[in-house]
């Protein structure tokens, strides 16, 4: 019985693994299907449970889900992104807030972290992008376990985003997210991945 338990337990791992990193494809071609709002809010209560320096928690997401939105976005794209954002139910603009530290004291209580930001904009740069590139990969982590497909992109013109999108500066554009249910059938085979020996070192 307990042996059982555990098989199943494995089961469980080794299938939640291939639908987040085994099987899951960067999509460029989508379903019409509709993503519930539902989904995204849970895929970013589970993203935001990773881990930020000072869990400072820089990044902030919006949603592009009605075909106005995405207009407004559609200027900024390289062309070859623009027809697989259109198709997308969802383009998430991944961002990051260059206040972030002021939610420091929210965030890290035990702790004045907040002054070591205060007028040190390279820290703040660093500091920001870094982690909210990490919370912008484990959104799509998450995207992915709650059973969304993603297809990110960088091929946009940021100051372009960011005047659209963010006018007062505080926020700033990273990088795009399409999000939704992939049409398996237009992908292209899967391209290698470097081995553990060509992108390890073990010192
Ligand atoms: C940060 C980032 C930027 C990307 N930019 C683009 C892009 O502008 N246009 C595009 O078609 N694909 C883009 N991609 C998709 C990658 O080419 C794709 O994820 C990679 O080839 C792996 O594909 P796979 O997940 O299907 O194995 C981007 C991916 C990431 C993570």
Known sequence: MA?????????????????IFREARTHTSWLPKPVPLSLLKEAYDLARMGPTSANGS????????????????????????????????????????????????????????????????????ETGFRNGSLQGAYFIIAARAVGLDCGPMSGFDAA?????????GKWKANFLCNLGYGEKSKLHPRNPRLTFEEACRVL
């Open 58 to 125: 820089p990044a902030r997401f919006v949603f592009l889900t009605t075909p106005e939105s995405k207009n407004r976005l559609v200027p900024a794209l390289a062309p070859l992104n623009v027809e697989k954002t259109k198709a997308a139910p969802v383009t998430a603009i991944i961002a990051w807030d260059t206040e972030f530290y002021e939610s420091l004291p929210k965030l890290f209580p035990h702790a004045d972290m907040r002054s070591y930001f205060v007028g040190n904009p390279a820290l703040i740069e």
């Open 3 to 19: 042996t059982d338990k555990v098989e199943l337990q494995q089961k469980v791992v080794e299938e939640a693994l291939n639908q």
């Open 160 to 168: 372009k985003v960011n005047a659209e999108f963010f006018p007062d």
